[in-house]
């Protein structure tokens, strides 16, 4: 039997979360080794990468990202494609996904950390979980440097938290208007576009697939868990509900084992 390929993650960052769900689609097996963000990125130099993360290796594979992974096998494995090559199609999903991608999820990462990274009991355990036993043991004295780093280059202040608001809802309020007429974002099956919503719009929304990546409801700061709530409310909510059942979810795997994704996948934490 074929060893799986591994795919080097920092666990709970939007691109992870998107290559995941691309990798779901697929049906591609695979082992995830999860690490911190900057060891992660350091990481990838040796398997491939640029320190990009995620990158996907192994079997003949280098790839850094969903994007990447999408041009390759929807090539290779044909339909049904993510990113079909007939226009104008195919302009508009790379367009939703760019959208998504790196409009929404530059302001979701961003109000999602400003509220969790002050929670340093619940992020120590929450970060914690996928990674090395002496990655935990090490990370309660490595988390006060993570913790500023991240703040930094996510430039986590008051006004930068109102502007991500602002972005944030403005697009939501797109993708509901969409949604009282269509099922997915573009076309009429699951294409990247929908993958970019659901993986970039996942911390806010807490979908039960997503959700181990962060403190349990219980443990959030309570400005944090009225924005989830509300957020929860929008149609958009059950519309990435939809889409996560669609790939398939992890949801059987998840029950047996908190490491397991999906059918024929195989995450293995080391």
């Known amino acids: 039997m074929t060893e799986p390929r591994t795919l080097l993650a ?10 995941r769900c691309v990798l779901e689609h697929y049906r591609l097996p695979y082992r995830e080794v999860d690490r911190l963000f900057g060891w992660a990125n350091i990481l990838t130099l040796f398997h491939g990468g640029y320190g ?40 508009r999903i790379e367009a939703e996904w760019k959208l998504f ?3 929404l999820s530059s302001g979701v990462a961003p109000l999602a950390y400003y509220y969790l990274l002050p929670k340093t009991r619940a ?10 036993p002496i990655g935990r043991a090490m990370l309660p004295l490595i988390y006060p440097g993570l913790r500023a780093l991240l703040s ?14 602002t972005r944030i809802d403005a697009i939501l309020d797109r993708v509901d208007r ?5 099922a997915y974002m573009v076309g009429d099956q699951l294409t990247l576009a929908d993958i970019g919503m659901a993986s970039a719009s996942a911390p806010i929304l807490l979908p039960r697939h ?61």
């Not at 920092?10 to 290559?19: D, G, H, L, V, W």
């Not at 992020?123 to 090395?132: A, D, L, N, T, V």
């Not at 930094?152 to 608001?165: E, G, M």
Request: glycine content about 6%; charged content about 20%; overall charge positive.
């Open 123 to 132: 992020m120590i355990k929450s970060f914690g979980e996928p990674i090395s």
């Open 52 to 91: 990009e993360v995620p990158v996907f290796y192994g079997s003949g594979v280098r790839l850094s990202g969903p994007y990447p992974i999408v041009r390759r096998f929807d090539a290779e494995l044909g339909s049904p494609q993510l990113l079909p090559l007939e226009q104008p199609l195919r302009g």
């Open 152 to 165: 930094t280059l996510l430039r986590l202040t008051p006004a930068r938290i109102d502007d991500c608001r």
């Open 10 to 19: 920092f666990a709970p960052m939007i691109n992870c979360e998107a290559t």
């Open 101 to 103: 991608h790196n409009g």
């Open 210 to 270: 997503y959700a181990k990546w962060v403190p349990p409801m219980a443990d959030l700061p309570s400005a944090f868990a009225a924005i989830v709530a509300e957020t929860r409310m929008r149609p958009c909510a059950a519309y990435v509900d939809r889409i996560y059942a669609e790939l398939g979810s992890r949801t059987a795997a998840t029950a047996a084992s908190p490491h397991t994704t999906g059918k024929g996948v195989v995450a293995q934490l080391e």
């Open 178 to 182: 969409r949604l009282a007429h269509h």
